[in-house]
């Protein structure tokens, strides 16, 4: 018997009767993290880690039938033995385990390695079979440390500063945005959209400490964010709203700055390749500790990436899903990387690049 199938409504766990971040509506979904792809409208019911239970009521509605359960705890649902163990992708982000006659399986949802300093980091987890994204699965995706990052964010914030100009961030609402602000905490009064709030309250819900700041009205004069710290939603790129803040300089912050070229990253004045997802490396590091006979790769660059895992021995299949649609893709299909992509810096300042 297979222990999970990949079917239309998601990916099913055959002898629990369940589906993990299921895409259609299905009665019982488990939930690796809050974010839009794996988290969907419509399930009958919801499990996940705690910390994820008032992001999915932020975002679904306050009536979703959900229940939260710990890093480690064990459930038995219809005998297979179902745990969440830290995926370090968001605040809540689990890698879900499942044992079954002793044939163990994960899936990984999103994940990285690296400490964000707000997500409980990854934990391996030995498994017989894994199934792992590969959002950032070609060599060139090779991110700088967390503390290396950080100080990249501050030094922008202080040549703003310099140059009198209000810093703008754009980061996704869910993850992002949050280690922004920590990031840049204490350089300037910050000021998030009312996306990020809303998910700022949902972490203070579970006791996540987050620097103070105060929520934008855009009705209202802006001229008091003039040098503040503005954090907003890549939504928000090339919109009205953003036009109106007077004398500022925006960067995005993603993975896919790491490569240049797309049309819409040129109109920023700066970009930081920070993501909450494994670069290349991390990825292969993560798998090979995980020991598993057989890899499933779900999204990202599945085909490159499951080639690559059997030309070095670890069986793997490209499998499809409806995952990676929104988190870190900037929300916008014109936002996508270049079909060539090219290698640059970790932060390519927009002004010194002719192209
Ligand atoms: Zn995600
Ligand atoms: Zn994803």
């Avoid at 999915?56 to 979703?64: E, H, M, W, Y």
């Avoid at 399986?105 to 030995?126: H, I, R």
């Avoid at 079979?129 to 967390?146: D, K, M, N, Q, R």
Wanted: net charge negative.
């Amino acid at each position: 018997m297979k222990f999970i199938q990949f079917r239309p409504e998601g990916i099913y766990c055959v002898p629990g009767d369940f589906y993990i971040d299921p895409w259609r509506p299905v009665k019982k979904a488990l939930i690796t993290h809050g974010h839009a792809d794996h988290a969907r409208y419509g399930m009958g019911a919801y499990l996940c880690h705690h910390f994820s239970v008032p992001i999915l009521q932020s975002r679904l509605g306050a009536t979703i039938q959900v229940q939260g359960i710990g890093y480690g705890e064990k459930i038995n649902i219809n005998g297979v033995e179902v745990s969440f163990h830290p995926a370090g992708h968001i605040i809540g982000s689990a890698q879900i385990r499942m044992a079954y006659k002793g044939r163990i399986c994960v899936v990984s949802g999103d994940y990285k390695l690296q400490d964000d300093g707000l997500s409980t980091p990854f934990e391996v987890v030995k498994c017989h079979e894994f199934v792992t994204e590969s959002t950032f699965g070609l060599p060139i995706y090779h991110w700088a440390s967390v503390n290396q990052q950080k100080a990249e964010l501050q030094q922008w914030v202080n040549l703003n500063q310099s140059n009198q100009k209000t810093t703008v961030f754009i980061g996704y609402s869910l993850g992002k945005a949050q280690r922004i602000m920590q990031a840049v905490d204490g350089l300037a009064p910050l000021y998030v959209h009312y996306s990020i709030h809303k998910l700022n309250q949902a972490f203070q819900q579970v006791g996540i400490k987050l620097p103070a700041y105060q929520v934008i009205d855009f009705n209202a004069d802006l001229k008091p964010l003039q040098d503040g710290i503005v954090i907003l939603p890549p939504a928000l790129v090339d919109t009205n709203l953003i036009r109106k803040i007077p004398n500022k300089a925006y960067a995005i912050c993603s993975g896919w700055m790491a490569v240049r070229g797309a049309r819409r990253w040129r109109s920023a004045d700066a970009g930081f390749a920070i993501s909450d997802h494994a670069d290349w490396s991390d990825l292969l590091t993560a798998i090979q500790a995980t020991e598993a006979e057989k890899v499933y790769v779900t999204h990202g660059q599945t085909a490159v990436f499951a080639k690559y895992l059997n030309e070095i021995g670890i069986p793997a299949e490209e499998v499809k899903t409806e995952f990676g649609v929104e988190d870190e893709a900037l929300e916008d299909k014109n936002a996508l990387p270049p079909e060539t992509p090219e290698a640059s810096t970790v932060a390519s300042v927009n002004q010194e690049d002719p192209l």
